[in-house]
């Protein structure tokens, strides 16, 4: 990034999109609303990775939605279902998946990773009976709901999400 000094010799630079204060060069009784402006855009980075939270919860709640309406057998009652099973596959996969991705990590280099779908469909089983208006009719649609899960997930996350 080539950045050109803009005001002198005050420390603000401005580059093609952005200026960047820098703070330690300035003088703190002149620019002290800079420390004001700077406390602002650290809770506005933390919003946005809170907002970068429900964009991802949203988009795995419609992934799971588009996997119903794709797989037979893989079946979600509406938006709120998919909105919990969402949350609920991330706790089980956050937990109870990760050990068993550890544990059966041999197996997994053998089959170069095909292994975990089998885990993943697992863990769909797993959230699909605690989840009420979630349910998938076996091991095969869960199987086979992993795999288009992972790829729709993907595909959206890669097209609607931020940066």
Same mark, same amino acid.
């Given at each position: 990034?080539?950045?050109? @000094? ?5 420390? /603000? ?7 960047? /204060? ?16 700077? %406390?602002? %855009? @650290?809770?506005? @980075? ?113 097209v609607l999400a931020p940066a």
């Amino acid at each position: 990034m080539n950045f050109a @000094r803009c005001d002198g010799e005050t420390g /603000v630079f401005q580059g093609a999109d952005s200026v960047v /204060v820098f703070v330690n060069v300035l003088d703190s009784e002149k620019f002290g609303h800079l420390v004001y402006l700077n %406390s602002i %855009s @650290r809770r506005l @980075r933390y919003d946005c990775g809170m907002t970068h939270l429900l964009i991802n919860w949203l988009l795995s709640a419609v992934s799971l939605v588009i996997v119903a309406h794709l797989v037979p057998g893989f079946q979600i009652s509406g938006f709120t279902a998919a909105l919990i099973a969402s949350v609920v596959i991330g706790f089980v996969n956050g937990t109870l998946g990760f050990v068993l991705k550890i544990i059966t990590l041999p197996l997994s280099i053998l089959t170069l990773g095909i292994f975990w779908f089998v885990i993943n469909a697992l863990m769909l089983e797993v959230a699909a009976a605690l989840v009420p208006g979630f349910r998938i009719d076996g091991f095969l649609p869960a199987f086979f709901g992993a795999i288009v899960l992972s790829l729709v997930n993907m595909v959206l996350k890669a097209v609607l999400a931020p940066a």
